[in-house]
């Protein structure tokens, strides 16, 4: 634990160059805030006056306060703690030497957790960034996306202790800087583009797809930017199937528009359908047309999602798993963790579901790692954000309010 | 009809005492906890412009007494890392361990919220409740506003400090906390937010 304390002050250290760098002043784009034609009507949802966002904790708790004991896994599966100390870790991205780098939200902090012998040490690498949600790597860089700006650290992970300036790329980027809904999530698809989420800039408004709601993609240097799917509220996490190479997306359903949806969507991308529509603000889950904002015909054009994620289930972080650990069931199917709800009196989610393709294209979902929802309290434990496939075939997962990750491993009969 | 209303009276006067008993013993479980010397010299630096009791008698300075536990940390912590960069409170801040924001937030929070400053305008309070109603703010801030674990106590606040901080959410320009509150005032009128201030530090 001290030596983790240690690192984190040098980490602190180090990283200031970088903090400097993550405050100078934005480049002016558009008026700030929030889009001023949101249509959310929470007094006519007929939910509970008392549902607010939930907390993340700023300090990590210690690691006998992470809630290890509450996880329930198939048979076979195990799950132990991987990492700990990272406050309010979400987003991770694995470097070919080792380094796990992981993005944050409102802590504004990039980790580097690195292994050391079986035990891992934390590195601040970068804090002071506006959600720094939005990380990936190639060629021995890190990217970085914390709202609008678009950081690159090259060699970084010879320089942990020292990051230096980053390559600023916002100019070319060119992202709109509202902070609402974008809490970037990018990668890297096969195609060599990076991909990047830009949500809607309220609960339920009219926007301007062009600008908004969208995935769009570039290529590296932030250049040769095309919309690749519009109509989508905010989208925070995506992936490609290991085989048809289609784009998988999940997409948060809103708010304040009852208890019981409109739910979560897991989206694909077909090949001939790049660019489709997928509905927001008008139409949503599999076809409910919006109460808010309404015209004729709310989903006529729209592009219906492969499977619905439950009802302010919060669907952030999705990885198809590709590797030889688990069973070959698992082989192919997508895990997605659900963050949890907040606009919802009894609390769902706080788990990883599978979702397994189907030849029709549509996915089926079954429950994974469970157990850190405690339904009879209505309270939770964790709130599992993002997963990521290690090397030997375990899956890594993030738990936000825990500051930790789980390594999930296989050991049974296959 | 004078016997019943005598005997009101003292059943009035029994009950004030009960009041008082319940009072003073609820003000002993405010003694803040003890903190260590180092803190004790910290805290009253903090005094210097947020109140001899944590209630602020300066301009725009907010109040910390009663706000809860769990937002003054949070907002430490956002400070010391930059995230949301106060200019006048970055020195104070930056040497901050974990620990101490940890004892810093307990103390503040255990301290009785008085309001300060400007008083509530009935007429603007009056126009202030129904905006408060029509955005929700019991949602999130809890029923008598006095605020929920990293959601801030309004009750009690200084106006002026609100208005501040309610125009510097509209604007995007109050970085760390979670957008819900930029989203719930981004429509907000600036009357509506001087309304809203006085209404929500009149609860």
Known sequence: MSAIVRTLSLGFAAA??????????????????????????????????????????????????????????????????YSHGHAGGRTMVRAPGGTIFMGSRAIGRVYAIVDKGGKREVKIIAKGLTH?????????????????????????????????????LTKAYNLPPEIHHNWKYVAFGPDGKMYVQVGANCNICEINNGIRGHIRRYNADGTGMEIVARGIRNTVGFDWHPETKELWFTDNGRDWAGNEGPEDELNRVAKNNEGAFYGFPYCHANGIADQNVKIPNACAGVTMPAALLGPHAAALGIKFYTGAMFPAAYRNVAFIARHGSWN??????????????????????????????????????????????????????????????????????? | MAERSGKYRSQGIFLAAALLVASSLQALAQ??????????????????????DGNSQMEKIPSLAGQPEYFLLNQLVLMREGVRPVKEMAEFVKDLTDEDIQSLSAYFSKLVPILTGPKPDPALVAKGKPVAEKLLCVSCHGKKLEGVEQIPRLSGQRIDYMIAAMRAYRMDKRPGADTTMSAAIASASDGDLVALAHYAASR
Do not use: W
């Open chain 1, 16 to 81: 200031v160059a970088a903090t400097a760098f993550g405050l100078s002043p934005s480049i002016a784009q558009g008026p700030p805030g929030m889009s001023r034609m949101d249509k959310t009507n929470a007094g006519a949802s007929g939910q509970a006056r008392t549902l607010r966002p939930h907390r993340t904790p700023p300090i990590a708790p210690k690691p006998d306060k992470i809630p290890l004991d509450k996880i329930k896994l198939p048979a076979g599966f195990k799950a132990e703690i």
């Open chain 1, 132 to 168: 720094p949600n939005g990380i990936e790597f190639r060629n021995g860089s890190l990217y970085v996306f914390s709202i609008h700006r678009v950081y690159r650290y090259d060699i970084i992970e010879k320089n942990l202790d020292k990051p230096g300036k980053p390559v600023e």
């Open chain 1, 344 to 414: 919802r009196e009894n609390k769902y989610g706080y788990d990883v579901v599978v979702a397994r393709p189907q030849a029709d294209g549509s996915a089926k979902i079954e429950p994974f790692l469970q157990g850190l929802l405690d339904n009879d309290g209505n309270k939770f434990y964790g709130r599992p954000s993002y997963v990521m496939q290690m090397p030997d075939g375990a899956l890594l997962v993030s738990d936000e309010t825990n500051g930790a990750t789980y390594r999930i491993s296989y050991s049974g009969a296959k």
């Open chain 2, 31 to 52: 003694v803040p906890p003890p903190v260590s010397a180092k803190l004790r010299e910290r805290i009253e630096v903090c005094k210097t412009c947020h109140g001899a």
